[in-house]
Every structure is written in C-alpha cells, then in structure tokens.
C-alpha cells in the first residue's frame, strides 16, 4: 500500500514537471512574439516619419547627447479627482 502511495505521488511529481516545462516553452514562445511585435511597431513608426537610416542614426545620436529632449507627455489624473480639485 505505501508503494502505491509513493508511485502516485512520484507519477504527479512528473506530470507536473511536463506541465512545468512546457508552460515554460509556451511563456519564452510568447516572450519572442513580443519582441517581435514590438519591433514591428518600432519599424512602422519609424517609417511613418519618413526617416532614412542617416537621419535616424543623427536624430538617436543627438537625443542620447542631450542636444535635443523630447516632450514629455502632461501627468493625467482621474475623472473624479479632477472634479474634486474644481470644487475646492
């Protein structure tokens, strides 16, 4: 009886390390897809301002120099806390 006990547990020791292994395929899969996502919007956003590889590369290098600093957006707060701040 003890053996069958142990068997069982040992066959679900090894059914969760299957399941272990491929959720960790299925986490790095989805972990290139994004990368792969975000590339591809990096690609069409630098195409929609029509840069070329010269003008990026001076742009990028400028921006890391602090020659130039992007706008950075306005802080947004939530509806109801705006509408508390009106009415003080």
Known sequence: MAN???DRIERDIEKTRAKILEQQKKLKDLE???VEEENAQIVQMLKAVH???TQLAAFLSA????????????????AEQED?????
């Open 4 to 6: 069958t006990k142990l």
């Open 32 to 34: 290139a897809q994004k």
């Open 51 to 53: 840069l070329d590889g």
């Open 63 to 78: 921006y890391a120099s602090g020659e130039i600093t992007l706008p950075q957006p306005e802080a947004t707060y939530p």
């Open 84 to 88: 508390n701040d009106n009415e003080e």
